[in-house]
């Protein structure tokens, strides 16, 4: 298509590479594609891209595929777009990824396509052999795939050690999956684990690398994150509670589940014990429930 062995080039490459038409329509879906969103070349070829497939948000949660899409852009002006946005993966949940699109031109120099090239920020050959060693570890949790709370226990003793010694400041995120109970007794259980799992694949797919994710029982997440002051924690609460609201869990062809957390953080105090700064994070969580559900507190 377009005169260009699209295969030959892009065979080899990790990255996600997606083509779009005048028209926005997806003409182009590489392998690399096929593993950072999990849509098949199948079943998006043919589709338009702001047809409930990428549903790019930008770093402050607005929706790119009405106002703001790199695509249109790149076709409008024939300009180059770089941004980091989160897309919409087939399972539900967001994922963060590194994007430049293109224009492309025909023999004529007229813009016939944009072209995008985007690289899921997490996969880093490290991380993975990283992930590899903890499970040989059994210090994943086995429904949601993040880390269970034997592994928070020591993450935590060092963490505390790091902040004696170097100072280095660090918070606690408390995490509720909000009327979980409803669905549960609406949909079973099963549903319910298929929620639990977008839910934690959204929160760790959107923490720093440095920072962990565990979860603390049933319905509970706790996040250990590396952060400076409480202005910056809220920033971070806020940008998660909104990650989770806009990610999804897919029931059935028809039926697509969301659901919201409450979070309630609070930075840690040389001196006090892990018990003390978890209970708090954890009384600001209720807070937040009794808010209204849906929000954080952060204090």
Excluded at 100 to 123: E, G, Q
Excluded at 194 to 203: D, H, N, P, Q, S
Excluded at 228 to 256: F, Q
Aim: net charge negative; glycine share 6%.
């Amino acid at each position: 298509m377009y005169g260009i062995d699209f295969d030959g080039i892009i065979k080899n490459l990790y990255e996600g590479v997606c083509i779009v038409d005048k028209n926005r329509k997806i003409v182009f879906w590489n392998t690399g594609a096929e593993e950072i969103t999990g849509y098949k070349k199948d079943e998006v070829i043919n589709s338009f891209c702001y047809k409930d497939i990428l549903k790019q948000l930008d770093l402050n949660g607005k929706s790119l595929c009405d106002d703001g899409c790199p695509f249109q852009y790149s076709l409008d002006t024939g300009e180059i777009s770089e941004s980091d946005v989160f897309m919409h993966h087939k399972l539900g949940h967001r994922i963060p990824v590194t994007a430049k699109t293109m224009p492309l031109y025909d023999d004529n120099k007229n813009v016939i396509a944009a072209i995008k090239v985007f690289t899921d920020t997490r996969s880093r050959k490290d991380k993975f052999e990283e992930n590899r060693k903890l499970k040989e570890l059994l210090v994943v949790d086995t429904l949601t795939g993040i880390y269970n709370r034997r592994y928070l226990d020591f993450h935590l003793e060092n963490i505390v050690k790091e902040n004696k010694q170097f100072d280095v400041p660090f918070a606690i995120l408390f995490f509720d999956i909000d009327q979980f109970k409803e669905v549960n007794d609406t949909y079973g259980h099963s549903v319910g684990d298929g929620v639990l799992k977008t839910i934690a694949t959204t929160l760790k797919s959107n923490l720093r690398g440095d920072d962990v994710i565990s979860r603390w029982g049933g319905e509970e997440f706790i996040a250990v994150v590396r952060i400076a002051d409480e202005k910056s924690l809220k920033l971070l609460a806020e940008k998660l509670r909104l990650l989770c609201a806009n990610s999804d869990y897919k029931h059935d062809s028809e039926t697509s589940i969301t659901a919201t957390v409450s979070i309630g953080g609070t930075m840690y105090t040389k001196g006090e014990t892990i018990n003390e700064v978890i209970e708090r994070a954890d009384s600001y969580m209720y807070q937040a429930k009794q808010a209204g559900r849906n929000k954080i507190i952060i204090k």
